[in-house]
């Protein structure tokens, strides 16, 4: 006749599993090991991480310096742009006086009062067909 099931429940919860009581490390080799691999084995996961942190440091300080720079030179541009920009007005000025000083009556000889405002070149000399009184 079979056992009872009751028992062979208690008897297979009586047995201890090795694995979940006693955690045993399995060494393959009696040697103990080397003191350069034991080294490795505790220093490269920290020097790694300070490794990677220092490179994302760097990209990050360099980016906001790239960007500085960058903001630096948009400024400098600016300011020339603006500088040029009151150049120009000025000399315009000057050209449309100095137009209409050689348009006033017996102020010299009307030819060249006639071509200066055409935007064929300063006076009766020849430019080249350029449009621009500079070129």
Same mark, same amino acid.
């Given at each position: 006749?079979? !056992? @009872? #099931?009751? $028992?062979?429940? *208690?008897? &297979?919860?009586?047995?201890?599993? !090795?694995?979940? $009581?006693? @955690? /045993?490390?399995? /060494?393959?080799?009696?040697?103990?090991?080397?003191? $350069?691999?034991? #080294?490795?084995? $505790? #220093?490269?996961? @920290? *020097? &790694?991480?300070? &490794?990677?942190? &220092? *490179? #994302? *440091?760097? /990209?990050l300080v360099y980016f906001g310096w790239a960007k500085l720079e960058a903001e630096d030179i948009k400024e400098e541009r600016q300011a020339e742009i603006v500088r040029l920009e009151a150049q120009v007005r000025g000399l315009e000025a000057a050209r449309i006086a100095a137009a209409a000083k050689a348009s006033t009556p017996g102020a010299g000889s009307g030819e060249e009062g006639e071509t200066v405002g055409t935007g064929k070149g300063e006076g009766s000399k020849p430019t080249g067909g350029s449009w621009w009184p500079w070129k």
């Open positions: 006749m079979l !056992p @009872p #099931f009751r $028992t062979a429940l *208690v008897k &297979a919860s009586s047995r201890q599993i !090795p694995s979940l $009581t006693h @955690p /045993q490390l399995r /060494q393959y080799s009696s040697k103990p090991p080397s003191p $350069t691999g034991a #080294f490795y084995k $505790t #220093f490269t996961r @920290p *020097v &790694a991480k300070c &490794a990677l942190l &220092a *490179v #994302f *440091v760097y /990209q």
